[in-house]
């Protein structure tokens, strides 16, 4: 399992404590995002990982920022202010994420991301996307809508993005950009992974 779902440090806990900051139960955030009060039960815990889909419904309805959900406030360090060195220093996440270091989570439906900045950032997501063969962006099959504007480019495999009531198929090299609030949804419905660059710039900053 991914890191940012540990049942100790991960989503789950920063979900509960979010929760009960705006003094929701679990069936109420479950009626207001559209989903079974047992999955918010079970993500809490630890048990279940959530689509792209729930994820972003999550954050919006909590008024919180991705990053904070997967991989808490604690992360948001300042850079340090010292030279710059050949390597990411100890004592901070610097400027570089190395390729070896991304914070990665699996989510549900075949999607992973892999986050490619060095630390977290409440007002963009910046990620590599990979979809796995038959993978899609909810396993609900509805499509998502969220704040901001979004960003992809594709650099293999094909991958079809359902935009409003448009469809394209993107290959390597192919890009998109549209409002966030238009809903959409991407599959995968190759054989093959598709690795996408994707780039979500969010209207405002979510509340950790």
């Given amino acids: 399992m991914s890191a ?3 049942p100790e440090t991960g989503l789950g806990p920063r979900l509960r404590m979010a929760r009960d900051e705006r003094q929701l139960s679990v069936r109420e955030l479950a009626r207001r995002i559209g989903c079974s009060a047992s ?4 993500i809490e815990r630890g048990v279940s990982v959530p689509s792209v889909g729930v ?9 919180s ?5 997967l991989f808490g406030a604690e992360l948001r360090r300042p850079a340090p202010v010292s030279e710059p060195t050949a390597r990411e220093p100890e004592s901070g996440p610097g400027i570089v994420q190395w390729a070896g270091a991304r914070n990665i989570i699996d989510l549900a439906s075949g999607v992973r ?5 060095p630390g977290a950032d409440a007002m963009t997501d ?15 099959r509805r499509p998502l809508r969220h704040d901001g504007r979004e960003y992809g480019l594709v650099i293999s495999g094909t991958l079809q993005a359902n935009v409003g009531f448009e469809s394209y198929e993107l290959g390597a090299g192919d890009s998109i950009a549209f ?21 979500v710039v969010h209207s405002e900053p979510g509340r950790a």
Avoid: C, M
């Avoid at 999955?39 to 079970?42: A, D």
């Avoid at 994820?55 to 008024?63: K, P, Q, R």
């Avoid at 920022?65 to 959900?69: E, M, T, V, Y």
């Avoid at 991301?113 to 900045?117: A, D, K, P, V």
């Fill in 4 to 6: 940012g779902f540990d």
């Fill in 55 to 63: 994820l972003y419904s999550l954050a919006t309805e909590l008024d």
């Fill in 126 to 140: 910046f990620l590599e996307v990979i979809y796995s063969p038959g993978g899609h962006s909810t396993d609900e």
């Fill in 65 to 69: 920022s991705l990053d904070h959900l």
């Fill in 39 to 42: 999955l918010i039960s079970q």
């Fill in 179 to 199: 409002d966030s609030s238009t809903p959409h949804e991407y599959l995968n419905k190759t054989g093959e992974p598709v690795h996408a660059i994707w780039v």
């Fill in 113 to 117: 991301w892999e986050r490619l900045t």
